[in-house]
């Protein structure tokens, strides 16, 4: 099954709202964290990581902190723009042998209205 | 290249017709992912090649998916007698040795439609 979990969207937001996204995970140890973005008709761009507990990844306003204690890494950010609008997928390692690959959530899409 | 490179972008497919998909890797990035990615879902894991060498194709869902990379860089995922559930997108990623905790580059990826 599924070991990352996000919250459903689609999340609709106006202009200059916060955002928070919620992911949580489940993993044997502590797996690297990531947060991807698919803009409209593109492919998956990398947003930010944490590769340990306490690390916060952040990257154009977008933060998220690695959350042991509540296995999780939310995505905030403080003022949304109407370019944000996206696709938002949170993903972990899964370390099996010789394949380090990705496990995503489901995606969250986020609509900002000006 | 600059970047992971997918063609073709889009492709349909009349069912029972075979398919080919090709993904051009950054170069000198030895670990190549193939995922599949259906419509509001997140993308699923298909195959992993390390360089020429295909060392988990466990998310392959039947036999008609097939995927190589003879030369250890650009691969082609094959897909034989399309059915109407393979239509999504394809993501190919890649990334360098031992840089999995930094994570992977995608491609734009191919979509599919089988009709």
């Known amino acids: 099954g599924n070991s990352v979990t996000q919250m459903e969207g689609p999340v609709t937001l106006s202009e200059e709202a916060f955002l928070t996204i919620n992911c949580t995970y489940t993993?044997?140890?502590?797996?690297?964290l990531f947060w991807y973005v698919q803009y409209p008709g593109e492919g998956l761009q990398l947003l930010l990581k944490a590769t340990k507990a306490d690390d916060k990844g952040s990257n154009k306003g977008f933060e998220a902190t690695y959350r042991k204690e509540t296995t999780s890494f939310h995505l905030e950010k403080g003022s949304v723009q109407v370019s944000d609008s996206a696709v938002y997928f949170c993903?972990?390692?899964?370390?099996?042998?010789?394949?380090?690959?990705?496990?995503f959530g489901t995606g969250t899409l986020l609509a900002v209205q000006p | 290249g600059a970047g992971v490179s997918q063609s073709p972008r889009y492709k349909v497919a009349k069912r029972g017709q075979d398919v080919a998909l090709r993904c051009d890797p950054i170069s000198g990035h030895v670990s190549l992912f193939w995922y599949q990615q259906a419509l509001g879902q997140g993308p699923e894991f298909l195959t992993y090649f390390q360089n020429e060498a295909q060392l988990d194709k466990s998310g392959l869902p039947s036999d008609r998916f097939f995927a190589e990379r003879p030369e250890g860089s650009v691969s082609t995922l094959k897909i034989q007698r399309t059915q109407q559930e393979d239509s999504a997108v394809y993501l190919c990623?890649?990334?360098?040795?031992?840089?999995?905790?930094?994570?992977?580059?995608f491609g734009s990826g191919t979509r599919l439609t089988v009709v």
């Open positions: 993993a044997t140890g502590y797996p690297s």
């Open positions: 993903a972990r390692i899964n370390y099996g042998g010789a394949t380090n690959k990705l496990i």
């Open positions: 990623a890649s990334g360098p040795p031992g840089q999995a905790n930094y994570g992977y580059t």
